[in-house]
């Protein structure tokens, strides 16, 4: 059974920088694509950025390109993001997803696995 479990959030301030981790296990995730996604209260839950597992690629969110970096490491099986310049329309529980179809995805119908999710919360 695949398990994700996120980690790293927290509270900071506007301007700050937290990084995010997704810790997989469960199967091979080769050929897997991993995502973060992210739900503020209210809001529908909002595609934040993915990445192949095998070769890179990467896709973002038009709100969070130039701030957000996803990465991986492969021998650790554990994706990250890397957020920076944080704004207070970033905070939201954040969450890590995989899916096995193999091409970038925005749409959260398409990941099969989740994790619990992480509070990342920006102070103004």
């Known amino acids: 059974q695949v398990q994700l479990v996120e980690s790293g959030g927290g509270l900071v301030q506007a301007g700050g920088s937290l990084r995010l981790s997704c810790v997989a296990s469960?199967?091979?995730?080769?050929?897997?694509?991993m995502g973060w996604f992210r739900q503020a209260p209210g809001k529908e839950r909002e595609f934040v950025s993915a990445i192949r597992w095998n070769y890179g690629g990467t896709l973002y969110a038009e709100s969070v390109k130039g701030r957000f970096t996803i990465s991986k490491d492969n021998a650790k099986n554990t994706m990250y993001l890397q957020m920076d310049s944080l704004k207070p329309e970033d905070t939201a529980v954040y969450y890590c997803?995989?899916?096995?179809?193999?091409?970038?995805?925005?749409?959260?119908?398409?990941?099969?696995?989740w994790g619990q999710g992480t509070q990342v919360t920006v102070s103004s």
């Open positions: 997803a995989v899916h096995f179809e193999g091409h970038l995805s925005k749409f959260a119908a398409t990941y099969n696995y």
């Open positions: 469960g199967r091979a995730f080769s050929g897997s694509v």
